[in-house]
């Protein structure tokens, strides 16, 4: 049975310690981790897709594996179509009986990244690390909260949000973690948060944006409800948006964590929104040039991940997509690095999903398909009111406005998480513009797959 106050306290006191340790202990202990993982990986057999591709890139024998972090580079950088390709859903490196569960991302092409969830692997970041980012944030974990992740009741479940949700629930104990969908109608949510009176809650800012505006609409105070502070985490959140959610929850505290369908949970921001701390005693997290080089402090780059616990397949110098600006040691975490302005950049965000950059590159040929040849193709993310409303600009000869509509929804809502969010009312329908050949792309080399309307309105 387990003692979930202990349990607690163990997580607050590994926390503790992580503050008191010097940098150099630290790296001890990551340069000990990575070694064991790049030799585990490079001798799996019950898939050899890692080793295969060590040895393309001319790492062929465990002398040529780094030993320490400061020799991580001497590793190739993985991608999302690297872990696609090996099919590690099929064929995870470790024993069948050691998975808990396959998670999958969502695919306009019908073909979702599936990945191998270990039990050691969600229990050590779904439960440890998200205690962890929670108690940096200022919330008990003990303390009743309200969550909303993405899952169909009854139905579709294999996603990594709601896994994350059950697992910490495992944590905290039966009745302290109420988890509710994003198909849950927003009268029900107002009905549990009455019922139950939760102290704190998580989910992505589009919900708490989106159940703000129904609140409104119906006249509900929402700044009465008892949620004290809201943890987000899953997309990006622009300051105005930010304020707004606090000011309309009457929140003490609106805290953002970083999780991934691929690294499960990296890091958290510091209590005063600084930046991120990197939680780097399970995930190095390096900020790297387009040369892969790392990038001073002040700079940007993309980011890579190496999880020390993952052995159901390898996230080893793994380019998840993100770029952030690295801002040197994290203050009070020596040997973590802090990192800030994180955001996508080989997807676009619409809500608190993404659409992948190859899943818009199909679209053009979906429309093909259906009898619209399309000669320029854009996504953007507009802002209306406090929802997103996906924008697709098409440059075409065919002037059949409703049926160019009618093909966009339906591609539109092939990617399941957009689905999911237009169906609960999270982001508005598509809206299509419409320009005649020439018209979007003239004066232009190349139009952008996608543009957020919203974060140029902020930077201008």
């Given amino acids: 049975m387990v003692d979930h106050e202990a349990e607690i306290r163990r997580i607050r006191d590994e926390l503790d310690d992580l503050q008191r340790r010097s940098a150099d202990e630290m790296r001890a202990q990551q340069d000990r981790r990575l070694a064991s993982l790049v030799r585990f990986h490079l001798a799996r057999s019950l898939n050899p897709a890692y080793r295969e591709f060590l040895r393309a890139h001319g790492v062929e024998h465990e002398d040529d594996l780094p030993q320490s972090v400061a020799e991580l580079a001497r590793l190739p950088i993985t991608s999302r179509a690297f872990l696609q390709e090996s099919n590690y859903a099929a064929r995870p490196c470790v024993p069948p009986e050691e998975v808990q569960k396959v998670i999958e991302t969502s695919g306009t092409s019908g073909n979702p990244l599936r ?15 998200l205690a962890r980012a929670f108690i940096i944030g200022g919330v008990d974990p003990l303390v009743p909260s309200y969550w909303v992740v993405h899952w169909e ?3 579709k479940d294999d996603w990594s949000s709601h896994l994350g949700a059950r697992s910490f629930e495992a944590l905290a104990g039966e009745g302290r973690a109420l988890v509710a969908s994003t198909r849950t109608a927003a009268a029900e949510h107002w009905q549990c948060l009455a019922a139950h009176r939760p102290r704190w809650a998580v989910s992505a800012p589009v919900f708490f944006m989106a159940f703000a505006a129904y609140c409104e609409h119906e006249g509900l105070d929402l700044a009465s409800c008892s949620l004290q502070r809201l943890m987000l985490g899953g997309a990006t959140c622009l300051p105005e948006d930010r304020a707004m959610i606090r000011r ?10 970083y999780p991934s369908t691929e690294a499960l949970v990296m890091g958290s921001e510091l209590p005063d929104s600084s930046g991120y701390v990197c939680f780097e005693d399970e995930v190095l997290v390096d900020v790297v040039d387009a040369h ?12 890579l991940l190496t999880y020390l616990c993952c052995r159901g397949f390898p996230v080893i110098r793994y380019a998840i997509g993100d770029a952030a600006t690295y801002l040197g040691a994290a203050p009070g975490f020596p040997g973590f690095k802090l990192i800030a302005d994180i955001n996508r950049i080989d997807a676009g965000e619409i809500g608190e999903a993404r659409l992948p950059f190859s899943e818009i590159e199909l679209m053009p040929r979906q429309f093909l398909g259906r009898g ?6 854009q996504i953007a993310r507009r802002r209306l009111g406090v929802k997103d409303v996906p924008v697709f600009r098409i440059e075409t000869a065919v002037a059949d406005r409703a049926t160019i509509e009618r093909i966009a929804l339906d591609v539109f809502t092939q990617n399941p998480q957009m689905k999911d969010m237009l169906d609960s009312g999270m982001i508005h329908a598509p809206a299509v513009e419409l320009y005649p050949p020439g018209g979007l792309t003239r004066g232009r080399f190349k139009v952008p797959l996608y543009v957020d309307e919203r974060q140029q309105q902020y930077e201008q």
């Fill in 292 to 303: 892969g080089l790392p990038v001073k402090i002040g700079e940007r780059g993309r980011v």
């Fill in 372 to 377: 619209v040849p399309v000669r320029a193709f």
């Fill in 248 to 257: 309309a929850y009457g929140a003490e505290h609106v805290h953002m964590f």
């Fill in 153 to 155: 009741p009854g139905g």
């Fill in 115 to 129: 990945l191998p969830y270990t039990y050691e692997m969600t229990r050590r970041s779904y439960q440890d690390l």
